[in-house]
């Protein structure tokens, strides 16, 4: 079987020479394709951080196995490792957080085991990156959650669950603030959930999962989140047993797979060969797993396993009294404990079954639409203005323009209802969002929109627009801050 592998920048070829040093000790049957991707891609003239070739490969052999890859600081270039998971639509990114014996945090010291699975949505929220100035003081990033992309994450969470028999799967989010959008991803939680009696389904407010995380976190089995909130949970998760030198992750498509360490470039320690492989070799078992390859991913982490109980460990853990193995040094001691049974957390050896990587080629792009469409209706227009203006002076004006249509509901400034009541204690900065909503709730068309869009663009710059939209009679649409 073939994969795509790209080494990576900075620690990354070190680590990943040094990962499939132990997978050819164990003769894993597979054969690698090494593919450009990384900064020095990126410094090539390559936008998005790989050749036409390695997204060809990649695309053609269904499974990329990547090295830490660093992004270029300014140069208006996105990330080459969001990229790639959004391109390829890898939506489930899957990190496991496990105890490790050899591995001393605050908990192991405690004797408290931690087994956490964060399954973090990988491809919209604020990771979009759509983001634009509105005025000189004012920057606006658009959050997209859609609920075609909520459950495909969700679902795969709840299956992920059932098949490795977690008993409990936790949705944490800020639907409290966040109404809509995180409202939406809750709601799809709650609507998969009732499809998975047998697992134990509940939420949590993030900022609560995180005090309960560090707190309890044995009472913690599987967690989803969105993009943003799933990164940071996940990174609190590898500091409850270790840190990011002990934190795998998957990123999980229906068509194409990446597995990766979660940790960065570490360029101060490039080229001297003393990184920690540890959270590639964790990624590639997993892997491994995921094409079915099931005896020597077990083989290959009860060695890690067992090595670490060892005592043997690199420079950034274990025991500082005893001497650090460099990477290779640490590799050897893997392939050297091969075939070794753990005391702790042993794998079963369970036979191979190797899995097809690609079943089909794609002809085009999936569309994903909610199978019941509700009736739409447009009851007004939300339009962001840019004016240094007192909230009276610009209602004045706005009023003006509402003709017959139209009524000016409210005014607010960075979320909060300036306008027709307000405080003058609320700060306020040069962009208003001024709300006009049909008169009657009746429903309106886009002409009528534009039409109080042009009218109003005589008195101020429009920085832009939202409509007030209406699915099958529910508002679908926030209130201000004291509306």
């Not at 998975?196 to 005090?211: G, S």
Request: charged share 20%; glycine share 8%.
């Amino acid at each position: 079987m073939k994969i795509a592998v790209a080494k990576g920048d900075g620690i990354g070829p070190e680590i990943m020479d040094a990962v499939l040093s132990i997978f050819n000790a164990n003769k894993v049957p597979l054969e690698y394709q090494v593919v450009d991707m990384g900064k020095w891609v990126f410094d090539k003239g390559f936008s998005n951080g790989m050749t036409p070739e390695a997204k060809q490969t990649i695309e053609e052999l269904g499974i990329l196995f990547k090295g830490p890859m660093e992004t270029p600081k300014g140069k208006g270039v996105k990330s080459v490792n969001v990229t790639a998971r959004k391109t390829w639509n890898t939506y489930a990114n899957k990190r496991v957080f496990q105890t490790l014996h050899g591995v001393d945090t605050v908990f192991s010291k405690a004797g408290i085991p931690i087994d956490i699975t964060i399954v973090r949505e990988n491809i919209e929220d604020t990771y979009g990156g759509i983001e634009h100035m509105l005025t000189q003081d004012v920057a606006l990033s658009r959050r997209f959650i859609t609920r075609p992309g909520s459950l495909q994450v969700i679902r795969y969470a709840f299956e992920m669950a059932r098949k490795n028999g977690a008993k409990r799967i936790t949705c944490g989010h800020k639907a409290n603030i966040m109404k809509l959008t995180d409202g939406l991803f809750l709601e799809c939680f709650q609507e998969v959930a009732k499809e998975y009696p047998d697992l134990k389904a509940d939420d949590v407010i993030v900022d609560d999962l995180a005090m309960k995380l560090v707190v309890r976190p044995q009472e913690f089995d599987v967690v989803v989140l969105t993009n943003l909130q799933g990164d940071i949970i996940s990174d609190l998760c590898a500091g409850l047993v270790g840190g990011l030198g002990f934190a795998p992750s998957a990123n999980i498509g229906d068509h194409i797979a990446i597995f990766e360490a979660v940790h960065g470039t570490a360029p101060d320690i490039a080229g001297k060969n003393i990184a920690n492989p540890t959270a590639l070799l964790l990624s590639g078992i997993a892997m491994l797993r995921h094409l079915g390859l099931m005896e020597n991913a077990a083989v290959i982490e009860n060695s890690l396993l067992f090595t670490l109980e060892q005592g043997v460990h690199t420079g950034d853990f274990g025991d500082k009294s005893t001497p650090a193995l460099n990477t290779t040094a640490f590799a050897e001691a893997i392939i050297a404990n091969l075939g070794q049974t753990p005391k702790h957390g042993a794998k079963a050896l369970l036979a191979n079954k190797p899995v097809t990587t690609t079943a089909f080629k794609l002809a085009k792009n999936e569309m994903m639409v909610s199978e019941d469409p509700q009736q739409e209706e447009i009851l007004g227009v939300d339009l962001f203005i840019e004016s240094s203006e007192q909230p009276d002076f610009i209602a004045k004006k706005c009023q003006r323009h509402a003709g017959v249509k139209f009524n000016l509901v409210n005014i607010s400034n960075r979320g909060t209802q300036v306008w027709p009541t307000g405080s003058v204690y609320t700060n306020l900065v040069n962009q208003y969002n001024v709300r006009f909503e049909s008169i009657d709730d009746s429903a309106l068309n886009q002409q009528d929109v534009l039409g109080l869009y042009v009218s109003l663009s005589g008195d101020f710059k429009i920085c832009s627009s939202e409509l007030l939209n209406r699915w099958g009679g529910k508002k679908a649409y926030s209130l201000a801050q004291g509306q």
